[in-house]
């Protein structure tokens, strides 16, 4: 393949190059940022461009452009976190009802075992929900959140430490580690989520667990709304995830044990044929959510 982008050999490239085709014709094809293979555009969308990995073991769809750090926190004070006196999110966003947050917990206590007196970091914490619940199943709570806005509210409503980063929290605890990760559809949001995770799994126990959620690319309602899928339409997501592209992601942020985890969940606004409907997709794989339990260790201990 001829080629005139330098970018090429840069994995992690954001800009579109022009390429010859096997037709001698020019398209516009990006890079993906995970595995350095073609992608391809998926859809136009207002805010950005979705591009999608054509390679077979990876298939990450991600935006590109990402938006500038003045304009997400500009989109966060406006749609997430608005400096208000009750700063209720203008639209609905971080919707996970409580009650479906308290089936999540005790489902992870069935699976894992007793939760009680276990160092949960809640990483991208916002107002804190999560970590309000896990108080009443004994987690011991540590929230990770940049907006300010958020931060201060989850520290005031929840009584718990929440620190802008990683390094912040490094600095101010050294021997911080976890039992207990959760990043609560929080990874769609993240740069470069491989990265990140890199950092993450430092402050995992060795016989910790990553519990993770984000949204399914591969779900109905995305296949169907496409643009309009509210993951799609959400500027503040970077990145689009099926089992594939997140298995993958998760490998190269150095979870060596990477299982997929299929929690019974009632929502309660569903009505009986909508329950129905998630129970069908959950049984087809073509639910809503992913939700992965991970860990560093080659097997369990
Ligand atoms: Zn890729």
Not at 14 to 36: Q, S, T
Not at 61 to 74: R, Y
Not at 75 to 99: I, M
Not at 113 to 119: A, I, V, Y
Request: aromatic fraction near 10%; charge should be positive; include cysteine.
């Amino acid at each position: 393949m001829q080629s005139k982008c330098s970018h090429l050999e840069n994995p992690v490239c954001r800009n579109e190059c022009e390429v010859g085709g096997a037709d001698g014709g020019r398209r516009i094809m990006n890079l993906c940022p995970l595995c350095g293979s073609e992608a391809v555009r998926e859809l136009n969308l207002s805010h950005t461009v979705i591009w999608k990995c054509r390679a077979n073991n990876c298939g990450l769809e991600f935006a590109s452009p990402q938006l500038e750090d003045h304009e997400l926190a500009h989109v966060y004070s406006t749609l997430y976190y608005p400096a208000t006196a009750d700063s209720r999110p203008v639209k609905r966003r971080e919707a996970t009802p409580d009650s479906v947050l308290r089936q999540v917990l005790s489902q992870l206590e069935a699976s894992l075992g007793t939760l009680k007196g276990l160092r949960l970091l809640d990483y991208g914490c916002g107002r804190g929900p999560l970590s309000r619940i896990a108080f009443d199943f004994g987690l011991a709570p540590v929230g990770i959140e940049p907006d300010p806005v958020a931060r201060s509210i989850a520290a005031g409503r929840v009584g718990m430490p929440v620190y802008s980063s990683l390094a912040e929290l490094c600095s101010k605890r050294p021997p911080a580690k976890f039992e207990l990760i959760i990043l609560w559809n929080v990874i769609e949001h993240l740069r470069r989520p491989w990265l990140e995770l890199q950092e993450i799994r430092r402050f995992l126990r060795p016989t910790g667990r990553l519990l993770l959620c984000t949204m399914n690319t591969s779900c109905l309602r995305a296949r169907i709304e496409r643009g309009r899928w509210m993951s799609y339409e959400d500027p503040t997501h970077f990145y689009y995830f099926n089992r594939r592209s997140l298995e993958r992601v998760l490998g190269s942020g150095g979870f060596q044990r990477v299982h997929e985890w299929k929690p019974k969940i009632h929502y309660p606004h569903h009505g009986t044929f909508r329950h129905c409907f998630y129970d069908v997709s959950t049984v087809f794989g073509v639910s809503d959510g992913l939700y992965y339990l991970c860990s560093t260790a080659a097997e369990d201990a």
